[in-house]
């Protein structure tokens, strides 16, 4: 049987505040927070998973504690595998007392003393105002290529539309800055269409696009990448079990997908035991998940070198255990 574990894994969608160790919690706020940080195997809709946030964001207010989840979050996927990952977060949250240049500048600095190469993904959020994620816009195109990689929109995607956010998103294209945005996290038609009017290479979960066909179409035909994040997905409760997620009819249909864990605290997952559910459910090969992880690091923002060197592993990896 392969050893999942040791297999060479790419993240593109990870969330730093939802994947603080729950060890790290426990001990800043000396008493056992799992029910407050760990989301339910079901949970009432996105919503509800995102009440998961409110503590990690709190504990994520100085450099010390900033500097910490990273430096721990690097190794705990240096652990799980993982050769190369994508992290984002939402600098506004966490502002209390830091600036913005410096919650940004200390994220920096610890994933670059970390155990892999990590990309930073700066997040804009729905419920905040324009000027508010113009400014996420702004230093991301400062701290572009100084460990920065992209921009994105996290939230609550049922309650606020994506079209809402056009225009910050023309501004990012104006700057050159990439991005992927959350969309088809929720049953939502008109925020999958307008994030590929808006020309992303890449959709936070997309995986609603199986419900609409014209969409569908696009995104094979575009070859829009998919950060799909199994388990996430049904806590969220787009999808009503496991078994029913459409990740391997999508694959089927010709998208191009990549696998994640979304937050592997309140989704108490890690890379590893996300692909031992799909192998298990749907009968996904080494094969498979080389490919997926391919596709991951072909659409990451590592430079053309970077990924050829990344991809030489995962295929060497691939001819000695197939």
């Not at 910490?68 to 007392?97: M, Q, W």
């Amino acid at each position: 049987m392969i050893n999942l574990k040791k297999l060479p894994k790419v993240e593109l969608h990870l969330h730093l505040d939802g994947s603080i160790r729950k060890n790290t919690l426990n001990d800043f706020y000396q008493k056992d927070v799992t029910n407050e940080i760990v989301a339910k195997d079901k949970c009432l809709d996105l919503k509800e998973y995102l009440t998961k946030f409110s503590l990690p964001v709190s504990f994520l207010q100085t450099k010390e504690n900033l500097r910490r989840a990273c430096l721990e979050l690097s190794e705990d996927l240096e652990n799980d595998g993982v050769i190369y990952a994508e992290v984002r977060f939402a600098p506004n949250l966490h502002t209390s007392i830091l600036t913005l240049e410096e919650v940004i500048e200390t994220v920096i600095d610890a994933f670059k003393n970390g155990h892999i190469k990590i990309g930073i993904i700066l997040c804009m959020t729905r419920n905040d105002s324009f000027d508010n994620n113009l400014k996420i816009i702004n230093l991301a195109s400062k701290y572009l290529n100084k460990g920065v990689v992209a921009v994105d929109l996290a939230g609550d995607e049922a309650n606020y539309q994506t079209s809402l956010f056009e225009n910050l998103f023309k501004k990012a294209k104006e700057k050159n800055i990439p991005f992927t945005i959350h969309a088809g996290e929720v049953n939502q038609e008109e925020s999958i269409k307008v994030a590929l009017d808006l020309n992303t290479k890449r959709l936070g979960h997309g995986i609603a696009v199986i419900n609409y066909q014209e969409l569908l179409t696009r995104v094979v035909n575009d070859k829009i990448l998919l950060e799909i994040c199994p388990t996430s997905n049904v806590q969220t409760n787009i999808i009503d079990k496991y078994s029913n997620h459409p990740v391997k009819k999508l694959k089927e249909t010709g998208c191009l997908i990549s696998i994640n864990t979304d937050n592997r605290t309140v989704s108490n997952i890690t890379l590893t035991e996300e692909y031992q559910k799909l192998a298990a459910t749907f009968n996904f090969t080494i094969e498979d998940f080389c490919n997926f992880n391919i596709n991951a690091i072909n659409y990451s923002w590592l430079s053309e070198e970077e990924k050829q060197e990344k991809i030489k592993i995962i295929t060497e990896y691939l001819k000695i255990n197939s």
